[in-house]
C-alpha cells in the first residue's frame, strides 16, 4: 500500500481484557516498529522487528505485551489483562532496512482501557 | 540514559520565522531526525541532520552541532497549517532505534 496502515483505529476495552492491534507496513519494509505515545508526550520505543525475526523487545513495560510479526510482513501487538495505565495511543512505523532510515508511520490505534 | 530536551510550546505569527531548539544528550549518537506530528495524526519526516552544519528543504531547515549535543529546526513564512507538534529524536550510535522528546507544540496565530 502507499502507506502504514493500522487497525482498529480506535479501540476501548474494559480493564483484563486482552487486545489485539494490527500493523501493515509498507511493502518490501523489512524493520518494523512499535511505540506507545502517551498524551502530550514523544512516542516511545517498544520493539523491533527485522523481517520475522524481533531483534529488540526491551521497550515492552510488562509480560503483559506481546508482538509478532509471523511472515516478515503484518505485525501485532497484543496487550493481554488490559489495565488502564496501558491507555495510550499505539503507533507502527517501517523502514526500508533499519538503522539512520527514516521511518515512516502509521496513524496509530488510540486505546482506552476503562 | 538519554536526554532529550525541547521547549513543551511556542507560538507565533503567521508569516514568521521560528526556531526550535533540542538539545541531547544520548549514549552513542548517529544522526538526528525531526518529525512533526499534527494532533490526532502520525508523526511524519521533516529532515535529518548526520553532519554538522544547516540543511535547508523549502520552507524548513535543520541545524545539527555534534559537539555541543544541540539542534534546531527553522521554520520560516509561518503557515497556520504548520500549528503541529515538532518532535527531536536522535539516532542511537549504529542502532535502528530512535528516542524521541516530548515535542514541541507550535502555535501559529493570525
Known amino acids: 500500500g502507499a502507506g502504514v496502515s493500522q487497525s482498529p483505529r480506535y479501540k476501548v476495552a474494559k480493564r483484563g481484557q486482552d487486545v489485539a492491534l494490527r500493523c501493515d507496513p509498507i511493502?518490501?519494509?523489512?524493520?518494523l516498529f512499535w511505540y506507545q505515545q502517551a498524551l502530550g508526550q514523544g512516542p516511545e520505543f517498544l520493539t523491533y522487528f527485522q523481517n520475522e525475526a524481533q531483534l529488540d523487545k526491551s521497550g515492552l513495560p510488562s509480560d503483559r505485551f506481546f508482538a509478532e510479526r509471523p511472515e516478515g510482513s503484518v505485525s501485532t501487538l497484543k496487550i493481554q489483562r488490559t489495565q488502564q495505565e496501558d491507555s495510550a495511543v499505539y503507533l507502527c512505523a517501517s523502514s526500508l532496512f533499519g538503522a539512520q532510515e527514516t521511518q515512516y508511520f502509521g496513524p496509530g490505534t488510540r486505546l482506552l482501557v476503562l | 540514559g538519554q536526554n532529550i530536551d525541547q521547549p513543551t510550546e511556542m507560538t507565533a505569527t503567521e508569516g514568521a520565522i521560528v526556531q526550535i531548539n533540542c538539545t541531547y544528550q544520548t549514549s552513542g549518537f548517529n544522526g538526528l531526525f525531526w518529525y512533526q506530528q499534527h494532533a490526532g495524526e502520525a508523526p511524519t519526516f521533516l529532515s535529518y541532520?548526520?553532519?554538522?552544519g544547516l540543511e535547508e528543504k523549502g520552507r524548513f531547515s535543520s541545524f545539527l552541532s555534534r559537539s555541543k549535543g544541540y539542534s534546531y529546526l527553522l521554520l520560516k513564512e509561518l503557515q497556520m497549517k504548520d500549528s503541529a507538534s515538532y518532535l527531536c529524536a536522535p539516532g542511537l550510535d549504529s542502532s535502528y532505534k530512535l528516542i524521541f522528546g516530548s515535542g514541541t507544540r507550535l502555535l501559529v496565530r493570525p
Open positions: 541532520n548526520v553532519l554538522d
Open positions: 511493502s518490501g519494509h523489512v524493520s
